[in-house]
């Protein structure tokens, strides 16, 4: 009858059994919490509790992995657009527009300082008039 259950035991999350039947396994798992901190599903928001899918986050750690983020994958890394901005001083406005309404890759749309030209598009062919 909660609320919020569509979040949570609606798409299927549940808190393992050795943390639902002990708190003192929790305690063992987790750890006390630091002040300021709250626990988070971690790497897999879809995720259950669970000793391997929770970590202490802050506000803005949680933030970063909500299901309504966009995610972007550069190399070997993978984190929300305003994690890229904040690494490469790009708005995250710009980013995303880079991305949807110009067509840009996600290595360009971070990395390409503004106003300059693109890397794949300063090598073109010259135009015959």
Not at 33 to 47: M, V
Not at 105 to 123: I, N, Y
């Amino acid at each position: 009858n909660n609320k919020m259950y569509a979040n949570y035991g609606g798409r299927g999350i549940t808190v393992c059994d050795r943390w639902l039947n002990s708190f003192e396994n929790f305690l063992a798992d987790m750890g006390e919490c630091p002040e300021g901190l709250s626990i988070d599903r971690f790497p897999d928001n879809d995720g259950n509790y669970e000793p391997r899918n929770c970590r202490w986050a802050t506000a803005k750690e949680q933030q970063r992995n909500r299901r309504n983020n966009s995610i972007l994958t550069i190399g070997f890394r993978t984190q929300c657009i305003s994690a890229w901005s904040e690494e490469s001083g790009i708005a995250s406005k710009t980013i995303s527009q880079r991305i949807l309404k110009l067509g840009w890759s996600p290595e360009d749309a971070v990395f390409t300082p503004v106003g300059t030209v693109r890397r794949s598009l300063q090598h073109h062919e010259p135009l015959d008039f």
